[in-house]
């Protein structure tokens, strides 16, 4: 909080108590009037070091050298003194024990000093302990408890006390959203009876509900009132002020305006304190994605800064903004290059602050890098030493969300319901438990609990409106996995949910879930599907984001409708319409996939050029480039030849995970031109061993096939249809390889010695494919299996025994391939009864 947790400087007390007659005390009590508590404890230390003090003088000195040193910064020894057996039993070393467990992160621990605390009515800090255990509260995350302790300060005579806990109030109402509740507070202070010293503060909340209802303009020249008068004004509340500027200018528009504002915040020496430090780098952050070079150079700037968060902030914000460059990069090398440099600083950045209170912080955000990546081992182990830091519980909380994230991603679904479980019982915030509990259902909904209890008990149970919102969200979600998983109650969920939360910000979804759900059925339900789209278009009313979504599923009820040619016309239709939208280059990629079944190979590139020019980061626009290169290939002629072999090389280039199927489709269309060598160099470069991304294992059998090809082609030295017929081997002798892509090999094996005239090696290539027949369907719904390459292989042994005059073993090779099931089988059968009359191959003669 901005207006501060510890008591106000008043606070420091003086008696006599004997104590008149040592100097180092009246200075020491003078120096924390004057907000110079590092002096005092100077002073103080060297006084409790006199002999000469003794008794109750001694024990008011610890007590003053208490309060000086949690002013100071310094819990640890603060937290030391109080507990020192002379002080422990004295109300006043108990409240300035809290206050340095407070410091020290130890939030449970405080809280329950200050409820003991509250129970004295008479200690003379009573009313200071409400604010602390309020500012306890709020640093806890139970906003409303620290209202509730708050609300009986607010009196219409209750003085300074009075308008302090009003606009403590205010402060926390705008921190969990409430700032209608924030305005009516503030409009019952009376700003002519306001004194003097609380106008700045009074103004500076002013501003920030103002900001909070949508008043940019009049938030922002609130805030340059704050700054403007500097002389008049603590700095603690100047700096916030010009961080609120800056988020009024950004609110209104004006990030040009923004952006020095912002600068000339994290330039002020000394730095700026740790409450506005932090969220002002959020704002830097959040303004420099994607990455600036004037931002750049800014940060690069603060990392020599001497103030020491100030530079752990800025290698932050670095870090932060390699990872945003990586994920915006146009190509792969750049993007890997940005995020390898995003992980180095992450890494480093913790070892650099051994002793920093930003250690644990730093340790989140580098669990966040690696969750992101879907990394879990680094991220759990990261997080391992994250609690063995004892972080305050705003930390610990954010460190299970993100564990459960990582458990999440990686399918750990068990895990990651525990994890968010933990959050949600942990947390005090109702936005964050709320979605944590959502969360966790959904992990055990994933895991296979169809009805999470546990999960559902936290969102179904309460009575406050973010869990109502959260467990009726989970049910739509419910419904939803149900669908996917073709489960029937699907339907009744959704529909339930439709019927019942008519006014759910979600009630749209629920309908165009419905709309889905009727089209993907087999067969789509048609007229249901356009009745449930027909109302989520209403339920749309102008909301553009959902137009766009009914306007797209309509494209696929109308292929469903009509066919293929009505999907090319709702298509060209929609992105007319929606030039930009999300789902863009998903419609092209089915347009185009459409085009290229239907050998309509010219529509079918320009679509798949359109989608990779018009969407670059697509995770479809290489896989798109590659089917345009495919499709100027089928278009045929030179010119198209050469332009597949263009597009081809655009998909290398990029580095990505097509790069070497389209060096292999190169080397396929070298070899279908005669240009063996060229096709070899290529097929060589993919099956180097240092060929960088590693080569998948299909483009590498089909690489190695091809090279066996080559390499046993007519006109090759002995030496190299050696070590061709050893690829082929090599691939055949694979355990991982399919058994249709085994039966190919040695097929194309058979054709290659067909053409070396190895006839007898040839038939038993065939033969060996010959020797593993499809099996028979074990139930008449049961797909046929795969035979092509096993009917090819024996109608290619059978030309080879007639063609050696063996008619008798040319008849015997079709009646296995009769007895194979299928279409197939029964030609080979026919045909095996005319060969028996072609030859003259009689019973007897047998």
């Avoid at 290059?337 to 912080?361: C, H």
Wanted: hydrophobic fraction near 45%.
């Amino acid at each position: 909080m901005i207006l501060g947790l510890l008591p106000l400087w008043a606070g420091a007390q003086t008696t006599d108590n004997g104590l008149s007659k040592f100097p180092d005390y009246k200075l020491a009590a003078n120096a924390l009037r004057d907000r110079l508590p590092e002096v005092a404890v100077v002073k103080l230390n060297r006084l409790l070091a006199n002999p000469a003090l003794k008794d109750q003088p001694r024990i008011s000195v610890q007590l003053l050298l208490a309060e000086a040193l949690i002013r100071a910064g310094q819990p640890a020894e603060a937290r030391t003194l109080t507990e020192s057996p002379e002080l422990k039993p004295l109300p006043e070393a108990l409240f300035w024990h809290a206050q340095a467990l407070g410091q020290l992160g130890e939030w449970r621990a405080a809280e329950q000093d200050f409820e003991t605390l509250a129970r004295m009515p008479e200690f003379k800090y009573s009313v200071e302990t409400v604010f602390c255990q309020a500012g306890m509260q709020a640093a806890l995350g139970d906003a409303p408890r620290a209202l509730r302790l708050l609300a009986p300060l607010i009196t219409p005579s209750g003085g300074d006390q009075a308008i302090r806990a009003r606009l403590w109030s205010v402060e926390l109402l705008l921190s969990i959203g409430r700032a209608p509740e924030a305005a009516e507070l503030l409009a019952g202070q009376n700003t002519t009876a306001t004194p003097a010293n609380w106008e700045a503060q009074l103004r500076y909340l002013r501003g920030r509900t103002a900001l909070a209802q949508g008043d940019a303009a009049g938030a922002e020249s609130l805030f340059a009132l704050i700054t403007e008068g500097a002389g008049r004004t603590p700095a603690r509340l100047r700096q916030a002020a010009m961080l609120g500027r800056v988020r009024a200018l950004r609110a209104a528009g004006r990030s040009l305006e923004a952006l020095p504002a912002l600068r000339q915040l994290l330039s002020l020496s000394p730095a700026p304190v740790p409450e506005v430090l932090a969220p002002a780098f959020r704002e830097l952050e959040s303004m420099n994605n994607p990455p600036a070079k004037e931002i750049q150079a800014f940060l690069a700037t603060l990392t020599a800064s001497p103030d020491p968060q100030m530079k752990a902030r800025a290698r932050f914000a670095l870090a932060a903004a390699h990872e945003a460059a990586g994920e915006l990069a146009e190509n792969s090398a750049e993007a890997t290059r940005e995020i390898k440099e995003a992980e180095s600083a992450w890494a480093a950045i913790p070892k650099e602050l051994p002793d920093s209170p930003l250690l644990a912080e730093a340790l989140l955000r580098q669990a966040q890098f690696y969750t992101t990546r879907q990394r879990r081992q680094e991220a759990v182990s990261v997080l391992k030493k994250l609690r063995a830091l004892s972080p305050g519980p705003a930390l610990l909380t954010w460190a299970g969300w993100v564990a459960g994230q990582a458990e999440y991603d990686a399918r750990n679904y068990r895990r990651a319901s525990q994890n968010f479980r933990e959050t949600a019982r942990q947390s005090l915030d109702p936005a964050l438990r709320a979605a944590a509990a959502y969360n966790a259902a959904v992990a055990e909904l994933q895991s296979g609990g169809g009805e999470p209890a546990r999960e559902l008990a936290i969102l179904d149970t309460s009575p406050l409106a973010e869990f109502r919102m959260a467990g009726a969200e989970f049910h739509l979600e419910r419904a939803l996995y149900l669908a996917s998983k073709g489960r029937e109650e699907a339907m009744d969920g959704l529909k339930a949910f439709v019927d019942n939360l008519p006014d759910h910000a979600r009630y749209f979804d629920a309908l165009l879930a419905l709309a889905e759900l009727n089209l993907q059925a087999d067969p789509p339900r048609l007229p249901e599907a356009e009745r449930w789209l027909a109302q989520a278009r209403a339920a749309a009313g102008t909301n553009a984001a959902r137009l766009e979504r009914t306007d797209l599923l309509e494209v696929y009820v109308a292929e469903a409708k009509s066919g293929p040619d009505a999907l090319a016309a709702q298509a060209e239709k929609f992105l007319e319409t929606w030039p930009l939208s999300a789902g863009r280059s998903d419609l092209r990629m089915k347009v185009a996939e459409m085009y290229f079944l239907r050998q309509q190979y010219s529509a079918a590139r320009e679509q798949f050029e359109a989608l990779a020019k018009d969407d670059p980061r697509s995770p479809l626009a290489e896989a798109a480039v590659f089917w345009a290169g495919k499709a100027a290939l089928s278009a045929l002629g030179p010119a198209n030849f050469d332009q597949a072999v263009g597009l081809w090389e655009q998909v290398f280039q990029h580095n990505g995970p097509l790069k070497w199927q389209a060096r292999l489709q190169e080397a396929l269309l070298n070899q279908r031109l005669l240009k063996g060598d060229a096709a070899l160099q290529l097929v060589n470069e993919i099956l180097a061993p240092n060929a960088q991304p590693p080569v998948d294992q299909t483009t590498r059998w089909q690489a190695l096939s091809v090279r066996a090809e080559l390499m046993t082609a007519p006109g090759r030295e002995p030496a190299e249809i050696r070590d061709g017929l050893a690829a082929f081997d090599e691939l055949t002798s694979d355990s991982k390889l399919p058994a249709g892509w085994k039966q190919q090999t040695l097929f194309r094996k058979g054709v290659c010695l067909e053409a070396l005239k190895h006839t007898a090696e040839a038939l038993e290539a065939y033969y060996d494919i010959l020797s593993d027949p499809p099996a028979v369907p074990a139930l008449p719904t049961d797909p046929p299996p795969e035979d092509v390459w096993f009917h090819r292989a024996g109608y290619k042994a059978r030309r080879l025994l007639e063609n050696a005059g063996k008619y008798e073993e040319a008849v015997e090779i079709m009646k296995k391939l009769a007895k194979a099931p299928g279409p197939r089988g029964r030609a080979a059968a026919d045909l095996v009864n005319k060969l028996l009359l072609q030859y003259k191959i009689w019973p007897d003669s047998r």
